[in-house]
C-alpha cells in the first residue's frame, strides 16, 4: 500500500499563530528548509496548505501538562490532509522585556492563557501579575508596537530574537518536561516504512452492539500491537456520536497491525487512517 509523499512546490509550511511561537519554532527545527507561514487559526494552516499556498501543516495535538489541544481531533479527520511526521518541541518559557529594563520595573507580563500558570512561582516570587493575551508571539509583537517598559511577556526565546526584546530570565516553568506533540501534514499520503519504528494513525466509531469497543480493541492485545493512546470525543456536540483517536505502534502492512486493523473494521461503522509515519527519537527520550 506504499505511496510516495508529496514534493515540495512552494517551499513553504503553514503553522498557526505569530512568527515566534512555539509552533513556529517547530516548523524550524523539523522543516528548516522551508519557509514559515503565520496562520491566524487551525482552519486558516489546513486551508493554505489544501489551496497550496504551502506544501505543509504543522499543527499541535497535544501537551505533556495540559494533554490534547482544544478541537484538533475533530479537525484532522475533517481536514482532508495527511499526517507525514510527528515533532515534539520542549517548552522552554522565558522572560522578556524591551531592551533596557530591569525585571523589578516590571508590573506585569503578557502570554497565552495556557502558559500563566506554568510560570505562577516565578511571578509569585517577584510579586508580578500575569494578563491573558491571545498569543505570546503576538504580545511580544504588540510590546514592541507599545513601548511599555512596565510590561514583559513570557514566550520563547525564539519570540525575543524575533522582536528585539531582552530576555531577563529563562527556562522559568514550573515543570522540568513541559513538551507539546505536533504533527506534520500535508495533501498527499506517505505510507512506505520510512524508519526503524513506524507509527499509524487512525479514527473510528464502534457499531451500535454490545461491547463493541471492548471487542475493538481486543485485536490489539491479541495481535501484541501497542496503543499508545486512544481518545474519544463527541461528533457535533451529539453525547450519543462519539468518535476514538488512536495512535498505534507499527505499520499497517506489518502482520500482526493488518490483523488487528482488520477485526477492528469488523466492529466500526467507519474507520479512517489519517497518517502513516517514523515514530519521533522523542518518544524514547
Known sequence: MSRQGQSPKTGRIAFQGELGAYSHQACRDARPDLEPVPCRTFEDVIAAVKKGDADLAMLPVENSTYGRVADIHRLLPESGLHILDEAFVRVHISLMALPGV?????????????????????????????????????????????????????????????????????????????TTRFLIMGTEPDTRPRGEKMMTTFVFRVRNIPAALYKAMGGFATNGVNMTKLESYMVGGHFTATQFYADVEGHPDDPALARALEELDYFTSYLEILGVYPAAPERDG
Open 102 to 178: 530591569e525585571i523589578e520595573e516590571l508590573e506585569k507580563v503578557r502570554a497565552h492563557l495556557v502558559l500563566l500558570p506554568q510560570a505562577a512561582s516565578f511571578l509569585a516570587r517577584y510579586g508580578i501579575r500575569g494578563e491573558a493575551a491571545a498569543d505570546s508571539a503576538g504580545a511580544a509583537a504588540e510590546l514592541v508596537q507599545a513601548q511599555t517598559r512596565s510590561v514583559g511577556v513570557l514566550a520563547s526565546d525564539m519570540a525575543a530574537e524575533t522582536y528585539g526584546l531582552n530576555i531577563l530570565a529563562r527556562h522559568i516553568e514550573d515543570h522540568a518536561h513541559n
